[in-house]
């Protein structure tokens, strides 16, 4: 492994773990761009889903006390049966038109709210919205390794405090994450070199939580119903800025 490769690691670590413990997820989001860059990108996969759970743990500790298992519950048991539907869609979906139309719904959220003076402040829960929610972001987890980003984007409409957010995003793609891990180890992908990788990545990852864990606990609650917006815009942009560079010809 060259001294750039690890440097690339590294920062992308930090990166990934910073946002991660800022707003509960996103670790992919600022991660990958560094890891593809230096491995394989099967092995960028892999090591996204990895240092996610070692985000994610240390996010779900700073807001055990908010995490609401009734409330969990409504996103988290429908998006394990999309999880299941979305093994039997593998083979008939193109991936890249899936990725672009999330892109498309997630920018126009994004941009519509991160423009608007009022952020909205739903009161009353939608239990037939938070299933179908939970189950697409499940059908995704399989799908396009997404599972957080409708949950996100809903959850960012209710009139909740950040930790009763963070306590159900945090937690949801924890489990769902964990699974996906469990099916990449069931396949093989967990090799000697990710392990080396994860050694290398893991104590910038936690010192970027770290970072990011501090930073949220001095955010008030509207200021991260607004990070969780701009985040929204931001991670659809990214999704299809990456989806349509990997298509262009090469120079």
């Not at 413990?21 to 860059?37: C, E, I």
């Not at 126009?108 to 003076?117: A, D, M, N, S, Y």
Request: hydrophobic content about 60%.
């Amino acid at each position: 492994m060259t001294f750039d490769a690890i440097l690339l690691i590294v920062i992308g670590a930090f990166s990934g773990g910073f946002i991660s413990g800022l707003a509960g997820f996103g670790t992919g989001l600022f991660a990958l761009g560094w890891w593809l860059a230096a491995m394989p990108v099967s092995d960028a996969v892999v090591l996204v889903v990895i240092m996610s759970l070692v985000g994610g743990v240390q996010g779900l500790y700073a807001v055990r006390n908010a995490v609401d298992l009734r409330l969990l519950v409504r996103f988290l048991v429908p998006a394990l049966i999309g999880i299941a539907i979305g093994y039997r869609m593998l083979d008939h979906i193109n991936i890249i038109v899936l990725k672009l139309v999330l892109a498309t719904l997630l920018i126009l959220f994004g941009g519509f709210f991160t423009f608007r003076k009022t952020l909205p402040k739903l009161t009353m829960h939608f239990l037939s919205m938070d299933i179908t929610v939970g189950g697409i972001g499940g059908v995704l987890a399989v799908l396009a390794g997404l599972s957080g980003a409708l949950l996100t984007m809903w959850c960012s409409l209710y009139d909740w405090t950040k930790a009763q957010r963070r306590g159900v995003i945090q937690p949801f793609n924890m489990i769902i994450l964990s699974i996906v891990f469990v099916l990449m180890m069931g396949r093989g992908l967990v090799t000697v070199d990710i392990v080396l990788l994860v050694a290398v990545a893991l104590p910038s990852s936690v010192l970027g939580t770290q970072a990011g864990i501090a930073s949220f606990r001095r955010l008030s609650d509207d200021q991260f119903q607004k990070l969780l917006i701009w985040l929204t815009l931001l991670s659809g942009v990214m999704l299809a800025g990456r989806e349509l560079i990997a298509r262009l010809p090469p120079v």
